[in-house]
């Protein structure tokens, strides 16, 4: 690599013309903050030392929108979980952008994260675990030491530069600003020194790194600011705040953002604090701490509102060509810029619950990071597809600030801090994102800075030999002039020989003498010199073979080091796994177990149900058995009702019958007239079997209008005996058991018969309360006066009789019975009704009914009701032709 000049003093610089020059990532970290309560959930692990998972929860918008729970893996440079040290962090991760520093280079290390998650710890940390930053000053000074130049040596030029002060000047300045002003303490120069967190009697530990890489032939100077930028305002914390003896310090100012000669973005007129040792820095540090802006959140008792930077710049002058002061040419320093910011946090304020100056902050803090994310993203965009889109760097102070570094003038390392707790899982998702689009940002590589400015190296030392030599010499009263192996010097000055004329012999001979004097040194430092050389020579073989040997014994030891290695990253990766597989097996049992609850649970609740409408079917049956009981009840007492008042009206009826045959009788008597009743009844019995009414008399017959009940049958059509003389046969037409009652013989005038033909004309009485059934199958009736009440004139016109009775049967149902009979006129000229069919209309619930095979039984019929004729009879409404006697019961199912 071709020497370079080191640049001028500023902060970083665009540089154009990157073509050719290597480009790195944006190296990403992540940090896995421990939980304050180690028992909560948590929504994300490191499963290997570059990956970790992010697992989903019920409670998460993903979970809510997907029903599914999910599981992602991010890689990140290198993940730090919850047990790794703040050192262990700092070594990986700080330490090498502190090296960059002390080399010259610029460098970005920022945290980023939501709202408590350990930003500002990493950061900061506390004086017994002490963060980035104090880690930072800590080893800054130990490596630069006693290179450091003195006070003011390096005086900022307010235009993000440098100016070097002669000594003399340095020390001027030095008395005026520092020693006058501290026999008055308190005054505005010196400001009264306050105790800060990182004082050494604090419990503070130092830490003990040093650079050992370090160009001694340079000259450091090490400054600090801080700023902070809040609601999008630039403030300086560092600034002194002007004091009016009546409103006391005056608010600060915001600053402006400016860009230098090098078309380096800077801070205009920002304090810049020039620091000698750890200490001094964190008295600056705490100064500013105390300026900042933080609040107590619901998330955080002390959450940053503000996005602050903490910029430690490293000057570097070359010493003369002597080794002891440093060069006076501005154009020769060196200055390298590390800044340390620690982001305010991203919080959702549905979540903090912020309100007032909170919330403003809370946007404007979001506003910044998402400025942040988009100038990344378009980086990247334009990076991968070649693009030259404008990267939106202005829209907010801290990407303007901070656009040299994403342009590629330093290194750009990034921790992302994840707070574990499975509640973060929604923000923490967003993170990730930012860190994934992060990593994929390129920036060039810094050129590494080569301090030769053409001087012998090794200056400082020699005369630090120098300078002890002699003061060892003059302690001892020996010329220094005369220890040459030791001083490796040719002695003082050259002597101010000036020849006062050509004969001047004594001058010349003084010159020749220390000329020759002069050489004899020179060759004795000569002689001195290779003798050292072969000494050294000796020394570098004999090395070289320690090297060699110590080379082959170290890689011997690296190789066992590196299989242990690979074998402790098997075992952990196994046990990651394993970890992973026992917590994925965890989170089944628990979805099993919580599944299995559910089930049970629904499984008492249809218990409970099926109990609840047992009971309640229980409940209905009793109630519609009474119902039925009640209506069984109620059908039953209308009927004796109805029985006896046509019993009440008959025996009337048949006590003005006994009257008119007594007068009869008596009219017969006077005319000994005599009838042959025995041949009459004879002649006067129906042959038509089921018939099951007979009329009695003509006088019988005009009273029509009281027709008894049907008598009810039994199952072998025996009629059941009742009070009133009956005279049938039975269904076989065999026996035929005439009524022997002389006087109440009915008359039975044939002529008066009526065709069957067509034009019957039926007498339907239905009884009121008769209950209308919507079945399918009714009684045929084409032509009929329906009546609920018999009417004598009603039988002048019809033929046929029919009357309707409902009851409950034996099973419960209900039944309704159609007793079907012919109206015969007597010869008196009344109306007689044979009743020669009956039809039963049983009604049956679904519910209850039996399903009958569909082969009858035998039982279902009895007598001529199994042949096929018959039965295929029984199931037409309306008379079979082919029957040539009715039956004396029909049974219709419905
Ligand atoms: N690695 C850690 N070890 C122990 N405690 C931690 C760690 N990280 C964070 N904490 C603790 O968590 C709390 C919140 O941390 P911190 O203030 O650093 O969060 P933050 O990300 O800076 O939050 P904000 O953005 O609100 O400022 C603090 O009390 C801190 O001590």
């Known amino acids: 690599m071709p020497p370079m000049r080191p640049q001028r003093g500023k902060t970083p610089r665009k540089r154009n013309g990157t073509n050719g020059t290597t480009q790195d990532p944006v190296e990403v970290y992540c940090r896995i903050r421990p939980l304050d309560n180690p028992d909560d959930p948590v929504c994300i692990k490191a499963i290997s030392s570059s990956i970790v998972q992010l697992i989903s929860n019920e409670n998460s918008t993903a979970f809510a929108r997907t029903g599914q729970l999910k599981e992602y893996q991010y890689k990140f440079q290198t993940v730090f979980d919850e047990y790794t040290s703040q050192k262990a962090i700092f070594d990986y991760v700080a330490l090498p952008l502190m090296e960059d520093l002390i080399h010259g280079k610029n460098g970005l290390l920022f945290t980023y994260g939501i709202t408590s998650s350990g930003k500002t710890y990493t950061m900061t940390g506390t004086p017994q675990d002490q963060g980035m930053l104090p880690r930072c000053l ?25 100016e070097v002060q002669s000594e003399a000047d340095a020390m001027m300045e030095r008395q005026k600003k520092d020693i006058i002003p501290g026999i008055i303490p308190g005054t505005p120069g010196n400001p009264r020194k306050e105790k800060t967190d990182f004082q050494v009697d604090s419990g503070r530990i130092i830490d003990p790194s040093k650079i050992t890489d370090i160009d001694e032939d340079n000259t450091f100077a090490v400054f600090v600011s801080y700023i902070e930028i809040y609601n999008n305002y630039v403030y300086d914390l560092l600034e002194e705040l002007p004091f009016d003896p009546i409103t006391g310090y005056k608010p600060p100012q915001s600053k402006i953002l400016r860009t230098d000669a090098g078309d380096s973005m800077y801070v205009m007129s920002c304090t810049e604090v020039e620091i000698k040792s750890p200490e001094e ?39 003369d060509i002597r080794g002891e002061e440093v060069l006076q040419d501005s154009d020769r ?12 946090g991203s919080e959702r304020t549905n979540r903090t619950k912020n309100q007032g100056d909170r919330l403003k902050e809370a946007g404007n803090i979001n506003q910044t990071l998402m400025v942040l994310r988009t100038c990344l993203e378009v980086l990247r965009e334009n990076q991968k597809n070649g693009t030259n889109k404008m990267v939106p760097y202005r829209d907010s102070k801290l990407t303007h600030l901070f656009k040299n570094y994403f342009e590629g003038d330093g290194r750009v390392r990034m921790i992302v801090c994840v ?18 689009i992060t990593q994929e940002v390129l920036i060039t590589r810094s050129q590494q800075v080569k301090f030769d400015i053409g001087l012998t190296p090794g200056r400082r030392r020699m005369n630090e030999q120098f300078t002890e030599t002699v003061a060892k010499a003059r302690e001892a009263d020996i010329e220094p002039s005369l220890l040459p192996s030791i001083t490796y010097s040719l002695g003082a000055g050259f002597p101010n020989f000036e020849l006062l004329g050509p004969d001047d012999n004594m001058t010349l001979a003084r010159l ?7 050489y004899e040194r020179r060759q004795t430092l000569q002689i001195d010199l290779e003798s050292r050389i072969d000494q050294f020579r000796n020394r570098l073989v004999e090395f070289e073979r320690d090297y060699t040997r110590l080379m082959a014994r170290n890689d011997e030891l690296e190789n066992i080091l590196n299989r242990r290695d690979s074998n402790v990253t098997k075992v952990e990766s196994k046990c990651r796994n394993l970890e992973s597989r026992v917590s994925t097996l965890q989170q089944q049992l628990n979805e099993t177990e919580k599944g299995k609850r559910e089930l049970e649970l629904k499984l008492q609740d249809k218990t409970l149900r099926l109990k609840q409408e047992r009971s309640e079917k229980d409940r209905m049956e009793k109630d519609f058995r009474t119902r039925i009981e009640t209506n069984n009840n109620h059908w039953e007492r209308i009927l004796d009702e109805e029985r006896q008042k046509i019993e009440k009206e008959y025996g009337i009826q048949l006590k003005k019958q006994a009257i008119t045959m007594n007068k009869l009788r008596d009219v017969l008597e006077e005319n000994t007239f005599k009838t042959p009743v025995s041949t009459s009844v004879k002649t006067r019995t129906y042959t038509t079997p089921g018939m099951i009414q007979t009329a009695r008399s003509e006088s019988d017959v005009s ?25 049938g046969l039975n269904r076989q037409g065999a026996t035929v058991t005439p009524v022997t009652t002389p006087r109440s013989t009915p008359i039975y005038n044939f002529r008066h018969r009526r065709s069957r033909s067509n034009n019957e004309v039926w007498l339907d009485h239905k009884p009121s309360g008769s209950v209308a059934l919507d079945t399918v199958l009714q009684p045929s009736l084409p032509r009929k006066k329906s009546v609920t009440k018999l009417d004598e004139k009603d039988t002048k016109v019809a033929t046929k009789y029919m009357l309707t009775h409902q009851e409950h049967g034996s099973d419960g149902e209900f039944q309704t019975k159609y007793f079907k009979g012919s109206v015969i006129p007597t010869s008196g000229g009344g109306a007689q009704v044979v009743f020669d069919d009956v039809e039963v209309h049983k009604q049956t619930s679904p519910g209850t009914r039996k399903r009958r095979s569909s082969c009858p039984q035998p039982t279902d019929f009895d007598g001529e009701w ?9 199931a037409i409404e309306g008379h079979s032709k082919k029957r040539s006697r009715p039956s004396p019961e029909r049974v219709s199912r419905v």
């Open 281 to 319: 820095a964190f008295e600056v540090l705490y100064r500013g701490q105390k300026r900042r802006k933080v609040a107590h959140t619901s998330l955080n008792a002390e959450s940053s509102r503000s996005h602050s930077i903490f910029n430690i710049r490293l000057v570097q002058g070359p010493l």
């Open 866 to 874: 199994t042949d096929t004729e018959t039965r295929c009879a029984v």
């Open 512 to 518: 020749e003498d220390y000329l020759q004097d002069r």
């Open 138 to 162: 800590d080893v800054l000074f130990n490596s630069i030491g006693h290179y450091q130049s003195k006070k003011y040596v390096f005086k900022p030029d307010k235009m993000n530069g440098y």
């Open 419 to 436: 707070n574990p707790r499975a509640e973060e899982y929604d923000e923490t998702v967003h993170v990730m994102k930012f860190a994934e």
């Open 333 to 344: 320093l060196c200055v390298s810029q590390l800044s340390l910011v620690d982001l305010a």
């Open 703 to 727: 009273s029509i209008g009281s027709i008894p009940t049907p008598t009810p049958r039994n199952r072998t059509n025996s009629a059941i005996p009742t009070a009133r003389p009956v005279q």
